[in-house]
Structure formats: structure tokens, C-alpha cells
């Protein structure tokens, strides 16, 4: 194998200390803010205080939204979870007039602007009076990353090998009792990345949340949206640096579960021995 030379990996390494500088530096000054003394945001702070997060405290309606926020991105995420991987199922395994119809309906969501989907389900729940409540909110962002499970879950069930499915079979396991016993253990990795896109992007959804949610059922983008129309004090960079160390936590227990996988802990050690 062929090793570069000393400079070029310097350089590279050099280069990749600045882009995570410059990913970096904006969170820092959010973090930096967050402990401002003045009652304005400003950059760099005039003192040190931690006011703002006392102020928090104060504000229930954070918290009320961030638990609304929680519930329905992990509903949603399930119900994707669920819905995407059955008709990833039926589409990759089962050959169907209009089957690729079928997956071009399901993989829309992912083309059409959120702007027109969030009118399109206002329209929608209104007719059917649930508008306005969490319910409404979980099915419409359902709907929305049902395009990422499916996408996923199906790659996954490609490179599945059929094989064990079929000495399952042999053994006398039953459909259902093969897809749960053999199926859906090899399936366990892409399951985990569509559901943690899915989460990640349901949490931080406004565009539908905000045309279908009435109060008290706000989420959390949307009350601070609401928060920064009346004020500009530092109380949305506490909030925003509570978030930040939520994402941190989310990322290492992502990973922990991912290490727990077969077929990451072998490319990991794949890459080790390279």
C-alpha cells in the first residue's frame, strides 16, 4: 500500500482542524452568549452571569414544549418506523403491478416543499377536526420521513441474505416468526439510522408544526419563535445551548447503540487494521 507524503497528510489534517473550527465557532459564541450579564445579546459579552438561565426557570412554557416536542418526534418516528419498514417489505420483496408507482408516493414527501405540505395537512386535519392537537402534528411528520425509513430500511433488506431466512423456513419457522427471529436482527442497523434521521428531523420541524399546532400543544421551535418576537434577551441561547448539550447526549448514546451492532463493530475494526 502505497503511503502519502508527510506534507500532504499535514495539510489535510490542517484543513480538517478548520473546517471543524468554522463548524464550531458558531456554537461556541451561542454557548458564550448564553452567559451574557446584559439584558441584549451582544458579542463579546460585557460580563459573565448566569441570569438568563435563572430567567429560564421563569419560562414553563420551554419546558411544556420541549416534552411536546419529545413525544411527538418519538410517536412519529415509530409510526414511520413501522409503516416504512412494511411497505419496504412488500415493495423489495414481492414483485406487484404498480410497485414502482407505489414507492414513487411513498418517496414524494421528500420532493415536495414543507411549506405545501403543511398547508396540504392543515387542509387535511381540519376536515377531519383534528387539527390543532399533537395527534395531528405525529402523523403529518410521520408521513413527512416516511421517505428516509423507506430509502434506508429498503437498501437494507437488499443486501439482507436470503439464505437464513430460507433454512429458517425449512425448520418449520413460519412467516411471521422468521421475519422476527431472522429478518428483523439483520435489519437492526438500518432501522437505527432511519430512526435517529427520523427523530432528528421531526424535532426540529416548524413548518408544519406551526400551520397545525394550536396552544398549549406548541412545540419547541415554535415557542421560541413565538419568545423572539417580543424579546432579544440571552434566554434563547440558554435555551439553544441546553439543546446543543441534548444533541451531545443523543450523539454518544447513538453510538453506543450503533457499536452494539455486528456489522459496525467488524468495519470498525476493518478500519483499525488498515
Known amino acids: 500500500m ?3 507524503p508527510l506534507w500532504i497528510t499535514g495539510l489535510l489534517t490542517a484543513a480538517a482542524w478548520l473546517v471543524c473550527i468554522f463548524l464550531a465557532t458558531p456554537l461556541v459564541i451561542v454557548v458564550i452568549t448564553s452567559l451574557n450579564s446584559a439584558a441584549y445579546s451582544v458579542f463579546p459579552p460585557k460580563g459573565l452571569s448566569l441570569r438568563w438561565y435563572e430567567n429560564l426557570s421563569s419560562q414553563p412554557q420551554f419546558l411544556q414544549a420541549f416534552g411536546n416536542s419529545v413525544f411527538t418526534s418519538l410517536c412519529s418516528t415509530i409510526l414511520a418506523l413501522v409503516a416504512g419498514t412494511l411497505a419496504a417489505l412488500a415493495i423489495q ?3 406487484f403491478p404498480g410497485r414502482n408507482l407505489l414507492r414513487a408516493i411513498f418517496m414524494s414527501p421528500m420532493v415536495v416543499p414543507k411549506i405545501a405540505l403543511g398547508v396540504a395537512y392543515l387542509i387535511l386535519f381540519s376536515k377531519l377536526k383534528i387539527a390543532g392537537g399533537l395527534f395531528a402534528l405525529i402523523l403529518g411528520e410521520a408521513v413527512t420521513v416516511l421517505p428516509f ?3 434506508i430500511v429498503g437498501s437494507t ?3 439482507i441474505k436470503k439464505e437464513y431466512e430460507e433454512a429458517a423456513a425449512d425448520l418449520g419457522g413460519g412467516p ?3 421475519f422476527f427471529t431472522v429478518t428483523l436482527p439483520q435489519m437492526k442497523l438500518g432501522l437505527l439510522l432511519s430512526g435517529a434521521l427520523s427523530f432528528i428531523f421531526t424535532f426540529d420541524q416548524v413548518e408544519t408544526a406551526l400551520l397545525i399546532l394550536r ?3 406548541y412545540t419547541l421551535p415554535i415557542e421560541l419563535f413565538l419568545y423572539m418576537e417580543k424579546w432579544q434577551d440571552p434566554t434563547i441561547a440558554v435555551v439553544s445551548t441546553l ?3 441534548f444533541a451531545i447526549l443523543l450523539f454518544f448514546g447513538l453510538k453506543l447503540m450503533l457499536r452494539s451492532v455486528p456489522e459496525v463493530q467488524k468495519f470498525v475494526n476493518k478500519q ?3
Open 2 to 4: 502505497r503511503h502519502r
Open 93 to 95: 420483496r414481492y414483485e
Open 149 to 151: 425509513v423507506l430509502a
Open 157 to 159: 433488506l437488499a443486501n
Open 176 to 178: 411471521i416468526r422468521v
Open 215 to 217: 396552544p398549549p400543544n
Open 243 to 245: 439543546m446543543l448539550l
Open 272 to 274: 483499525h487494521d488498515k
